[in-house]
């Protein structure tokens, strides 16, 4: 099976740089983690920081470097974009891990040409979005990768079928890059074999009898024999919808109540077919034809529109009082794409059943009568509203907190 990996190195870094120009003649150093103890996401290479780094580790040996915190939910928006468009070319990928696919591409030779028009539309999927990607092709899961790491930008690196070319190839690699637990490397290390090369020399039963299964496993890969299939994914399902205003508006009410009206019935979608949503895209359309986009990326698969709505309008407050604010007319139209549809998250069943419910709610009127009763008595006065009183939402988004809840009357069914 021919396997074309396609690798976009430093993905963090140059999504940075895509949004920050300015960062491409600097040392940049991306950090993520608890903010006691912050570690290295990415760095730029001249930096030669390895991912994981402490951060202060990482400020002293270079003090003049621009520190960034990290935006993964961006940096998982921008990958799902591009797995989105490898798919497009082949629908078997497999998605490694953020910055890393495997696409197999054996059969696609009569539909687009070549070997290497594919690899060129491969290439085309990660240059539209402003990445540079690395490619390598070879028979095999392992050999691709290897040829991923040791190609360049637009220069992809395609391996023969033969084994033994395989074997030559990945020869001077180090035995580092194996897919393999750390102690097996190190055993490796500690008996001289520091290159796949060294490594190919021995017998497999000489590994196996050190090694184990990690033995003839590493003997095989360095062999050029990797049979690993590919764990493919499916093609995401999408819910799109549209909302057009009579007449544009401007106040944030009524772009509130659009936005949830949109929410209301794109959702409704989503728990008919009893699914949840993982990413969230919004677009704006106003009056003057330019628009706004906004993009979330849900750590929990949500089904919920009400969350949804929050989080939106968190997001539009905050960027409606800031400077640089990209509403700048009213707004015609909204429409909202939800993607990444997949198995509904777990709820916790309810505190009380049905009967239960009903006998909370007759000692809650019962309370409430002797509350106003006794309280009437005493202060002479009449009491129109119950006592007993909840926290409910009324605007969560808000950046007030005196606006985000309210005390309502508890009321029974």
């Given at each position: ?250 106040s944030m009410d009524a772009l509130s109540f659009g936005i949830r009206t949109l929410l209301d019935r794109a959702f409704t979608s989503v728990q008919r077919i009893d699914k949840a949503v993982g ?135």
């Open positions: 099976m021919s396997i074309a990996c396609v690798k976009i190195p430093h993905l963090p870094l140059q999504c940075a740089v895509a949004r920050a120009p300015e960062l491409r003649s600097k040392l940049v150093i991306i950090y993520h983690g608890e903010e006691a103890r912050p570690v290295v996401l990415d760095a730029s290479p001249d930096a030669h920081l390895r991912r994981g780094t402490s951060l202060i580790r990482a400020m002293s040996q270079h003090p003049e470097a621009a520190v960034i915190r990290a935006d993964e939910a961006v940096y998982d928006a921008r990958w799902h974009d591009v797995v989105e468009n490898l798919l497009n070319v082949s629908d078997r990928v497999e998605d490694a891990a953020r910055g890393c696919a495997f696409v197999a591409i054996d059969g696609l030779s009569e539909l687009y040409g070549s070997q290497d028009q594919t690899v060129a539309l491969l290439s085309e999927t990660t240059t539209k979005h402003g990445f540079e990607s690395l490619i390598g092709v070879a028979p095999g899961r392992f050999p691709a990768y290897c040829a991923a790491i040791r190609a360049q930008p637009y220069k992809p690196i395609s391996l023969p079928s033969s084994r033994t070319a395989v074997r030559e190839f990945l020869a001077p690699m180090p035995v580092d890059i194996l897919p393999l637990d750390t102690r097996a490397i190190e055993l490796m290390h500690d008996f001289a074999l520091d290159t796949m090369g060294d490594l190919a020399a021995q017998s497999v039963s000489a590994l196996q009898a050190q090694l184990g299964p990690d033995g003839r496993r590493a003997w095989e890969l360095v062999n050029g024999i990797d049979p690993t299939r590919l764990n493919t994914i499916e093609r995401l399902q999408t819910i799109i919808d549209t909302l057009q205003f009579p007449w544009p508006v401007a990413r969230m895209d919004l677009t704006c359309e106003m009056s003057d034809s330019e628009h706004w986009n906004y993009t979330h990326v849900f750590k929990e698969p949500t089904d919920s529109a009400m969350l949804a709505h929050s989080v939106v309008m968190t997001y539009v407050e905050t960027v409606v009082q800031s400077d640089a604010s990209p509403i700048r007319s009213p707004i015609e139209a909204i429409s909202v794409q939800l993607a990444r549809l997949g198995p509904a998250r777990a709820e916790q069943s309810g505190l009380w059943n049905e009967h239960e419910k009903g006998d909370l709610d007759t000692a809650l009127r019962q309370l409430s009568a002797q509350l106003n009763t006794k309280l009437n008595t005493k202060m002479s006065t009449n009491m129109t509203s119950s006592p007993i009183k909840t926290v409910v939402d009324v605007e969560p988004w808000s950046r007030i907190p005196e606006r985000r809840q309210a005390l309502a009357e508890v009321t029974s069914r």
